[in-house]
């Protein structure tokens, strides 16, 4: 074998392949849109959504006889003397609000420390638990609602009938939309490795998850909440069948008594959801915010 062929030729590997800095370009798989379509389909979407959004909200601007725009309907709500018109309304809206904390406070005291255990304690209970928190979206609402029924009835002769009472049902609703978000966060980290770090430096276990495991998981626990939250607002087959008096149930009996008011309302509950929902899909903003770097 002479020099010239055993010399290495330029651009080329000795052992046959192609420099990674020369290979060419791998091409996109599958229907990745470009920056154009997406902009298009975008604008379409948000069109598509706005539409009946203004309609609603010019549909509040109008008075009762005659043509043009006022903003009757909107200061009747704080006219004290129309409170008593309004007063199952408000009552619904508190009703929905504590619903909202009281399911807030389940997902974070009960789903939340049963994740962390089945992540780090019992990862054989993993795939159980992931069933049972998604088996309710498969479930029809109104299925769920007849199966509640009967445990209502011995429920109120324990607890009551309170409005409150239905944060346990609620609370089976919401379980899907509230488990996706933490587990999404649990799967980019080690959960593992973290705390046994800081249970090798001294921590014990309640410390290391308020202090190392907790922080790691607050994007996955905002948009859990929040996520939580827009469910419980507009929950309306549960608190209809057992009677019960929330907001989506007020709002729909006022409709029928003052459509512009219960527009006006109906139209602020899609914006409030809307904007939990965008909230929810910029949780970088919300719950981690990187620090300003500092000027030199």
């Known amino acids: ?59 509040t601007l109008r008075p009762v006889s005659g043509s043009g725009l006022t903003l009757v309907h909107w200061a009747a709500l704080f006219d004290p003397a129309q409170q008593s018109n309004y007063s199952d309304l408000f009552a619904g809206i508190q009703n929905s609000l504590i619903l909202a904390v009281i399911v807030v406070a389940i997902v974070l005291l009960l789903l939340v420390p049963a994740m962390l255990l089945a ?15 998604l088996l309710p979206i498969t479930v029809p609402t109104i299925v769920l609602v007849v199966g509640f029924v009967p445990v209502y009835q011995v429920l109120q002769g324990v607890v009551g009938s309170d409005p409150w009472t239905l944060s346990f049902a609620i609370g089976v609703i919401v379980l899907p939309y509230a488990y996706r978000p933490i587990q999404a966060n649990i799967g980019t980290l080690n959960l593992t490795t973290l705390t046994e770090a800081a249970r090798s430096l001294g921590a014990s276990w309640p410390v290391a998850v308020w202090r190392i495991v907790l922080p790691n998981l607050r994007r996955g626990l905002i948009s859990s909440c929040l996520l939580t939250v827009s469910v419980v607002l507009g929950e309306f087959t ?33 914006l409030f959801v809307f904007v939990l929902l965008v909230d929810v899909s910029r949780t970088r903003s919300i719950g981690g915010r990187r620090p300003k770097k500092r000027k030199s």
Request: aromatic share 6%; net charge positive; hydrophobic share 50%.
């Open 1 to 59: 074998m002479t020099a010239a062929t055993a010399a290495p030729i330029a651009g080329v590997d000795p052992t046959g392949t192609t420099p990674p800095s020369r290979r060419p370009a791998r091409g996109r798989y599958g229907a990745v849109p470009s920056r154009a379509t997406g902009t298009v389909v975008l604008v379409v979407v948000g069109v598509l959504f706005a539409i009946p959004l203004l309609s609603m909200a010019t549909f």
């Open 119 to 133: 992540e780090l304690k019992y990862p054989r209970v993993h795939r159980v638990l992931e069933f049972v928190c």
């Open 238 to 270: 549960i608190a209809n069948v057992l009677s019960q008096n929330t907001f989506q149930t007020a709002l729909l009996l006022l409709q029928q008594t003052d459509p512009y008011v219960g527009a006006l309302l109906a139209l602020a509950a899609l």
